[in-house]
Structure formats: structure tokens, C-alpha cells
């Protein structure tokens, strides 16, 4: 073995060895350098940057930040923030716009759901105004309607609802709830293609007008008609109607009821010899008082809530006018026929009077929590059983 080639191949290890080792050494400080002035070169990610709500910060668990040994990605953090964020929605918590940025939108004044929309551009009305598809919305109407008349009918008295619909000038919107379904079958009537109608089945009135008249879609109309299909209209015109209502001041009033043996009111039966009447005589001890019902400001007319048939509204209608007994009454010289079609078998009248003890009730306990939340006692009130 030649003792100087070992010694050559040693020197020859160590030389190899120092400038790999060197090599390592620049290129790491090259790498360190490039990289340091890579980071220079784009902008710092930040929280403020996504103008995120100042109620959500505190939500944000800072030891994930501050804990060193943690290995937590800028997007990680991002997305617990958002989390947290979505969390806080849910459970009710509102996000508000923040005080100093009035650059956008926030009108707390406007419904739910539409703050970030300009006040002025949201209407708190609507209407039931047939518009056309085509030419300039300003001529879409020739005659604006000033009544609104609503019929729940089914397609078997159609020939009711014709006579009926004939009284009510053009002055009049016309709309029909459908209980059985059947709506095409009324363009035999001229009238109809002009009229709206509403179908779902085996719904009463108070159901379809619940859903379809609300306060703020019959806003344009001066008085809204809600009736049946079962009424004869022959001593019946619309517009004298109303020229009668205005004369004697009546908000709340009906036509009066020819008698028969169905009548169940003495203050809906017609005074041949009158134009409007206000009050009435009762069987005795139904009356406590002669301005409440059901001798005064009373109608036999109801007003919808989530009960089905709505029997005994009839008796809360005078808390809708003051005073309720001037300004609630009955239309003698304009009257019909009601021709009490039956539709009422025994379970659903039992549901009748059940509803009707379910909402004196209500009203009862509305009563007292009211009063009682003002500190002072309920004033006595009477609401008579049929």
C-alpha cells in the first residue's frame, strides 16, 4: 500500500468537506437575504384590512396569536374569526354598521332586512292596481278604483256573485277568494277578466283576508267590502251605499238584513223607516249598557285573526273607532237578503263556539296585562255569548 496516496485522499476529504459546508453557509444568508426583501415587497395582511365588525374582536381567542410554540396559519385565524362571527349571528346577536363609517347605508328606520337601503326608496304601501305589461306605467290605469269589494265564493252560486259583482260600479276593485278551486271557469263573465283571484282550497274569509288584505296593501282604498256568497242584492246599489255611510259618519257599518226566522240580531234587522240606524233594544239582560254591544256599535261583521270562523270579532270591532257607538251602525235604506245557504254542519259549528270562547279569552287576559302593566285597575268590560 502507498502511504502517500492515503495521506492525498485525506487532504483531498477535508478540502471537499470545508467548501460544502461554505456553500451551505451562502446559501442560506443568500436565501435569508432574498427572502427578507420578498416579504418587503407585498403588503401586510391584517384584520382591519377586512373590516371586520368591532363586536367581533373580543370573540377572537388571542392566545392563538400570542402563543409562540403555535403553528396557527394567518388563514386559520381568518377563518376562527369568521366562525366566531357566523356563531354570533346565529344566536341573535345584530351586526351593526360601524358609527364612523358613513360612507354606506344604514337606515334603522326601515323594515328588517332593508336598513341598507336609501329610506326614500322603500314604500311602506302597495295596492291591488292590475298594471299592464307594456307601454308607460303612467297610463296604466285609466280609472283608479277608490272601494275594494272581496267575495269568498265558490263556482256553484256564480250566478249569485254575478248579480252581486253587477252592483258595484268600475269606482270598484273586485277580487274573489276561491275555496273549491275552480277559477278559470269565471271568464264566462265579462267582469272577471278584470277581477283578481286568489285560489286555495277549503279556506273561509278570515283565512283568505288575513293573507290578502293587510293594512298596507288596502291603504288607497276609502272602505273595503267583505262578503259572502249567499246575499240577494236586489235592493242593493254601491254607490248610494257609501253616499249614506258619509252622510251619517259610519267607519264600521253593514247593509240591513231583511228579517226572517234566521236573524239573530236585533240591531242588523232593517227599519224600513230609516236611512241609517246606531242602536237597538235586546232581549233583556243582554244589554249592560246602551252603547255597547249588542245594542250599539255593533254590526254583524268580524275581523280576521288565526281563529278559522272568527265568531264573537264581531264584539271587539268597537275598540277600532271612538266612540264606537256613532261611528258603528246599519244602512236600513240599502239592504239584502241573506239567504243563509247551508254550509255549516255540527262539528264545525262546535269549532265556532269553541273559537269564539278562545278569543273573549284573549282578549280578557290582553286586557288585564295591559292594565296591569300601567299600574291601574281593568275598567269592567261585557262580551255576551251567542
Known sequence: MNMSKLGNLGRSGIAKKSNETMRIIVTTFVGVVFGFFVGLSFPTISLTRFNLPTGLIPSIDLSYIEDR?????????????????????????????????????????????????????????????????????????????????????????????????????????????????????????????????????????????????????????????????????????????????????LEISQPGLQPNNKLVWQMTKRRPEREVHKETEEKPGWCSDPHLPPCAAFVEIMAPNDLIHGWGLDFALRRCVEPAHEKIGVVDAQWIVHQTIPSLGSQVRDRCKKEWTMFQGRMTNAEKKYYNDLGIEPPNSTVRHR
Request: charged residues 25%; aromatic residues 14%; neutral net charge.
Open 69 to 249: 410554540n403555535s403553528a396557527l396559519s394567518t388563514e386559520s385565524l381568518l377563518h376562527h374569526a369568521w366562525s366566531s362571527m357566523i356563531s354570533q349571528n346565529r344566536s341573535g346577536t345584530t351586526v351593526t354598521q360601524s358609527v364612523n363609517d358613513t360612507s354606506k347605508i344604514w337606515a334603522s328606520t326601515n323594515p328588517r332586512g332593508a336598513e341598507r337601503l336609501p329610506p326614500g326608496i322603500v314604500a311602506s304601501e302597495s295596492d291591488l292596481y292590475l298594471r299592464r305589461l307594456w307601454g308607460k306605467p303612467s297610463e296604466d290605469l285609466t280609472v283608479k278604483p277608490k272601494y275594494l269589494v272581496t267575495f269568498t265564493v265558490g263556482y256553484d252560486l256564480k250566478h249569485n256573485i254575478d248579480a252581486a259583482v253587477k252592483k258595484f260600479s268600475e269606482n270598484f276593485s273586485i277580487l274573489l277568494f276561491h275555496y273549491d278551486g275552480r277559477t278559470t271557469e269565471w271568464d264566462e263573465f265579462e267582469w272577471s277578466k278584470r277581477a283578481i283571484h286568489v285560489s286555495v282550497r277549503k279556506q273561509t274569509k278570515w283565512w283568505y283576508a288575513k293573507r290578502f288584505l293587510h293594512p298596507d296593501i288596502v291603504a288607497p282604498y276609502d272602505y273595503i267590502f267583505v262578503w259572502d256568497e249567499d246575499l240577494g242584492v236586489e235592493h242593493f246599489d254601491a254607490e248610494e251605499y257609501i253616499r249614506l255611510v258619509r252622510k251619517h259618519g
